[in-house]
């Protein structure tokens, strides 16, 4: 299979996790006669640099003749304590969103049993937790029109959906909630929006379409406190731009890193796959960052492009390394790897060249590969 592939380096550790990604596909790429070439594009604070803009022209036109985009991450905090900055990274990635009409940022929470000791909840709180949260991505409170008065003394951030806008993600979410165990709960906040009564309003229209799917409805506050107590009850949930994103920032930490999560945002005709951490800038440069979130971003891609042994193989080998202690410093501060190495070990696995019976102590872990 050829396919073409838009790199996004982005800021921060993107360029180095993102690194750790092409590498990993290069080799699934050779393991199973594939070819995926490579094209890179600016965006963000590197793209404001050189070139005044957060999302260049050049960039877009990129994506738009490919396959499918690889990006790292978004974000410096010079822009993050200067309220009145007239330009911001963060707009690359939700100009990028709008203008490729990735609708639906679909965010899977899973947990690894090596990893239940990090997790800040009880195991048997997390054990088995598996959901994916559907966030609206193109429209709502990001979206809506912006306003500052002159004195700047008041402020105001329109939230609009339109049912269409409701519509398109909802069937998304019906559709991964019928290949799943078929619950599906939308987090609005209908007591008090009049966004979220509409919301609810059309999600129970569509939900007569699935009628083998359950539907239940949580305001979001009370479903910020149902990811904690009790995770394991979520399926797949739906919900708006604004809230999808602080749950899934929240139900990250249930996973016991926020490093290993990822994500795709979807549309009609292309999708962007990111992990869904930030720019992590006191990590960037020092080869610590966990590229996990990227790789699985990857494996995500792999899935779009209907490869899903190829898939399956990185989420495989992701878990082997978690599995036998090949970890980033943010999940193990003592015993840890670089994020090239962990990239060349899922290299390795991807490419069989890890020992069958093999033994932590008799590898040396240095440029390249396991001996
Ligand atoms: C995310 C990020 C972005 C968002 C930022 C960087 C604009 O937090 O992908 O979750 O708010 O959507
Ligand atoms: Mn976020």
Not at 68 to 94: C, M, Q, S, T
Not at 138 to 159: M, P, R, V, W
Not at 222 to 237: E, S
Not at 308 to 320: C, K, P, Q, T
Request: with cysteine; charged share 25%; aromatic share 8%.
């Amino acid at each position: 299979m050829q396919k073409k592939i838009a790199v996004i380096l982005g800021d921060g550790i993107g360029p180095e996790v993102t690194q750790q990604s092409i590498k990993v596909l290069d080799s699934v790429a050779r393991q199973f006669k594939h070819q995926f070439s490579y094209e890179y594009g600016l965006m963000g604070a590197v793209a404001i640099d050189k070139t005044g803009d957060p999302l260049p022209d050049e960039t877009l036109a990129l994506c738009l003749r490919s396959d499918a985009i690889l990006f790292g991450a978004v974000g410096h905090p010079k822009y993050d304590n200067d309220p009145l900055a007239k330009v911001r990274p963060e707009h690359g990635l939700l100009k990028i969103r709008k203008e490729l009409g990735l609708f639906a940022d679909i965010r899977p929470i899973t947990t690894y049993a090596p990893l239940h000791h990090l997790s800040p909840f009880k195991n048997n709180r997390i054990e088995g937790v598996d959901f994916i949260i559907i966030r609206e991505l193109t429209g709502g409170i990001y979206f809506g029109k912006k306003h500052l008065n002159e004195d700047q003394t008041q402020a105001s951030d329109d939230c609009v959906y339109h049912r269409n806008e409701i519509e398109r993600v909802a069937h998304v979410a019906f559709a991964y909630a019928l290949k799943r165990r078929k619950v599906l709960t939308l987090v609005d906040k209908a007591n008090v929006l009049e966004t979220s009564r509409l919301w609810r309003k059309v999600v129970q229209e569509i939900a007569a379409q699935y009628p083998d799917v359950t539907v239940d409805y949580l305001f979001v506050d009370h479903a910020a406190m149902q990811i904690i107590i009790n995770p394991k009850r979520f399926d797949v949930i739906l919900t708006e731009n604004m809230f999808g994103d602080i749950i899934s920032d929240e139900a990250s930490v249930i996973t016991g890193s926020l490093g290993l999560l990822p994500s795709a945002s979807v549309g009609n005709k292309l999708a962007l796959f990111k992990p869904i951490h930030g720019s992590y800038p006191q990590a960037a440069g020092k080869n610590i960052a966990n590229p996990n979130g990227s790789i699985l971003s990857a494996a995500m891609m792999l899935d779009y492009f209907a490869l899903s042994e190829e898939a399956e193989l990185l989420r495989e080998a992701v878990m082997w390394n978690l599995a036998n202690g090949f970890v980033t410093k943010d999940i193990d501060p003592i015993n840890n790897y670089s994020t090239a190495t962990i990239g060349d070990l899922i290299s390795d696995y991807v490419e069989n060249r890890i020992p069958s019976r093999m033994n932590k102590e008799n590898m040396v872990i240095s440029k390249s590969t396991i001996i």
